[in-house]
């Protein structure tokens, strides 16, 4: 079978410790110092830069993913490109025309859909980001979601470089969080926050 072939081509610069799991349907290109666990679906055009891991149980879709990223276990990551020295998961989802910066932190549970992170943003339990741009430095606390659909279009949510987003808050698109500013846990924010205040 070809996937077999181009498998045995790659075995010599990868790590691969469960080579009768894997299911390459597509082209996968991988760089040297790339290593695979268990269950791992590649499907359309994927690129694994060095020395990325991907943990079992992973489905990757015409995605890059940058070199010294990890993507941990029961995670999906679909149309993504996925920055340097960056994690995504456990059980994250990347979807459609999401773009993740930098030494960034995508953790457990969390959503993001046709959105742009910049580097070092921290979004690490339970939240959900669509249609969203983020500069650097931006942290997203656990339970906080874009309002990004108002039940007829969808609406764009801005938050600027060093903005600090608490728990369980709902950014109501369309809206811009300003450099600097604080979301105080539990909010429900429908107008745009002023720069670098709470």
């Known amino acids: 079978m070809p996937n077999q072939v181009r498998f045995t081509f790659y075995i010599t610069i990868v790590k691969i410790n469960f080579p009768n ?42 995605s890059t993913i940058g070199q010294n990223s990890e993507v941990r276990s029961n995670s999906i990551v679909e149309g993504s490109k996925v920055g340097s020295s960056t994690f995504i998961g456990p059980y994250a989802r990347l979807r459609e025309e999401t773009s993740i910066g930098h030494k960034c932190q995508i953790g457990n549970f969390v959503e993001i859909k046709n959105s742009k992170i910049g580097s070092n943003c921290r979004i690490n339990h339970m939240a959900f980001l669509g249609d969203a741009v983020l500069g650097d430095d931006v942290t997203i606390g656990a339970g906080t979601i874009t309002c990004n659909h108002d039940g007829y279009g969808i609406h764009q949510t801005i938050i600027e470089q060093g903005a600090y987003v608490g728990s369980n808050v709902n950014l109501v698109a369309p809206l811009k969080i300003l450099t600097n500013a604080t979301i105080g846990s539990g909010s429900t924010i429908t107008k745009d926050a002023p720069q670098g205040k709470l």
């Open 21 to 62: 799991s894997i299911k390459i349907m597509g082209k996968l290109e991988v760089d040297k110092g790339v290593e695979l666990d268990r269950n791992i679906v590649f499907d359309g055009r994927v690129h694994l830069k060095k020395e990325v891991r991907i943990e079992s149980n992973c489905y990757l879709n015409n």
